[in-house]
């Protein structure tokens, strides 16, 4: 487990928030324990990684009205919640609003060990996945205006003497420009320019889209 990685426990009994916290203690993994969806939501940072593991059924907020402003937040914390025998309709819902999974209560260890780990592993390959589209996106600012339409159009297919017709320069000097680019953004190969530009249209796409 990433030690940069915590675990909120949201429930308002207190015996099933002692009784998760020694569970965890027993692999290594840091929780942080709350009797109240509020106040998590007063100490909440999204900066901080890790997963939540929250009961659906609490007074004033629920887990599923957290949910809803986690979302509305841009959390990206995966949520297991734990739930009772009549709380399946509303654990359902709330998979579909993007929770990782639900456990009915009472659960094995091993079953909620083992949906946190699972948890932990895809808010730590997501958050990877957002490092990675933050240093291309980083990379392709420091493209030059010429540069980019060289990029652009050499990562669409187009041939050399064609780019240069279009823009009205020589064969030679988009030769430099796409020598420029492909040192700018660290590819060797043609093959890793065009996924390049694949990645940085499905990130603008995610932006318009969220």
């Known amino acids: 487990m990433d030690d940069n990685q915590m675990v909120f426990v949201i429930d308002d009994d207190e015996g099933v928030r002692d009784g998760l916290s020694l569970l965890l203690s ?5 929780c942080e324990l709350y009797k109240c969806a509020y106040d ?5 940072d999204p900066d901080r990684r ?4 929250l009961d659906i059924r609490m007074p004033r907020m629920t887990g599923l009205d957290l949910q809803k402003k986690l979302n509305e937040m841009g ?14 309709p509303m654990a359902v819902e709330a998979m579909r609003r993007g929770a990782l999974d639900f456990i009915r209560k009472p659960f094995r260890e091993h079953d909620l060990l083992d949906r946190i780990n699972e948890a932990l592993a895809l808010e730590d390959n997501a958050r990877r996945q957002e490092l990675d589209r933050q240093a291309v996106n980083d990379k392709l600012k420091a493209l030059s205006e010429r ?21 009205g320069i020589s064969e030679r000097t988009v030769e430099v420009h796409r020598g420029h680019v492909m040192r700018k953004l660290g590819v060797a190969t043609l093959a890793q320019l065009v996924r390049v530009k694949i ?3 499905t ?8």
């Open 26 to 30: 027993t692999v290594e993994q840091s």
């Open 40 to 44: 998590f939501l007063d100490s909440y």
């Open 50 to 53: 890790g997963c939540l593991v």
């Open 75 to 88: 959390s990206r914390l995966p949520i297991i919640f734990i739930t009772g025998h009549g709380d399946i």
């Open 147 to 167: 540069e980019w339409e060289v990029f652009e159009r050499v990562a669409d297919g187009e041939m050399n003497k064609v780019i240069a017709a279009d823009l």
């Open 199 to 201: 990645e940085s249209e």
């Open 203 to 210: 990130a603008a796409d995610s932006v318009l889209s969220a």
